[in-house]
């Protein structure tokens, strides 16, 4: 049953087996292996079994174990059961699911799938799929090779960790372009800053972790003359590809994608390196959720206090 349902099942298996499980429970600071074992049981026959987890409190590495325990206990796609992940930020989802991470095509596709790599290449009129970059992006950022930079509703320097860090990188840089509802710290150290339109003001889709999209309608006239996504469409133009000239044409291709990728139903099991927690951004590296956080935690003390 698992070799028909997702890939990299002997490659995980092999990995699993090098490891010693007492050194992982001591090192976890769980150390009752007849608990483990009690849950680990418990956990693989429970029918109706449901992983949740927040996103913010854990690393990328043990949001990708959790979800290997899913798939090697069946859970994936079943009734009542399954992963719910609590995101820090509204429609990361969404971001996943257009293809922002080099190693992974929109729709969650591996990208060694050449139905769906033949599809975006007809669909984006290229010859071939353009190759991931060379090395780590933290990597290449802290080297300096990165030296254009086109940031969109995220706040990268108002939310870092480490801001002399953080705030290097674009230093570093050639040219960096801003699209934001705010005046944000990252905005302020912009070459160009282009005012973005609120959610409510254009319309659009987010996607919910469940990867369902769901739409929702303009309730005001944007403030600025041309709403965000115009201005994206119109550098579209410039660069000569001129399909996209409405939601709803962005809409139709995200359709035709995402259609396409939900025909693959085999889940990739991940072999992670160990537990790395090295958060650089909080507040979802969002301005506006800094603000609503800064806010709330304000209100609360007061109210502590009062």
Not at 71 to 97: C, H, M, R, V, W
Not at 138 to 154: D, H, R, T, W
Not at 298 to 306: E, K, L, P
Request: aromatic share 10%.
């Amino acid at each position: 049953v698992i070799r028909d349902n997702c890939s990299g099942f002997d490659d995980y298996k092999n990995q699993i087996m090098k490891e010693d499980a007492d050194d992982l429970l001591e090192s976890s600071g769980f150390c009752c292996r007849e608990c483990f074992e009690e849950f680990a049981d418990r956990f693989n026959n429970e029918m109706n079994a449901i992983l949740l987890f927040s996103e913010k409190e854990v690393s990328p590495d043990t949001a990708a174990e959790l979800l290997n325990l899913a798939i090697i206990t069946g859970k994936p796609g079943k009734t009542s059961t399954g992963i719910i992940a609590l995101k820090e930020k509204n429609n990361s989802q969404g971001l996943s699911d257009m293809g922002m991470f080099a190693d992974i095509l929109p729709g969650g596709a591996v990208t060694d799938d050449s139905l769906m790599s033949d599809h975006l290449m007809k669909l984006w009129e290229i010859d071939e799929m353009p190759a991931p970059a060379a090395g780590d992006h933290i990597e290449m950022l802290e080297s300096a090779a990165v030296k254009n930079m086109f940031i969109f509703g995220e706040d990268p320097v108002g939310c870092a960790v480490d801001k002399e860090l953080v705030a290097k990188w674009f230093r570093n840089a050639d040219f960096v372009m801003v699209q934001d509802f705010f005046m944000s710290e990252t905005a302020s150290a912009a070459d160009l800053i282009m005012p973005a339109s609120l959610p409510f003001e254009t319309g659009g889709t987010y996607s919910n972790t469940g990867k369902v999209i769901q739409q929702y309608e303009k309730y005001f006239h944007p403030a600025v003359e041309y709403p965000g996504y115009c201005q994206l469409i119109a550098l579209l133009k410039l660069f000569g590809k001129e399909k996209s000239n409405s939601l709803d044409d962005v809409r139709m291709e995200i359709f035709s994608v995402l259609s396409l990728a939900g025909k693959h139903k085999n889940h990739q099991l991940r072999i992670t390196g160990g537990d790395k927690y090295m958060r650089m951004f909080n507040h979802g590296c969002d301005h506006i959720v800094m603000r609503f956080d800064s806010e709330f935690e304000a209100s609360f003390n007061r109210d502590r206090n009062s």
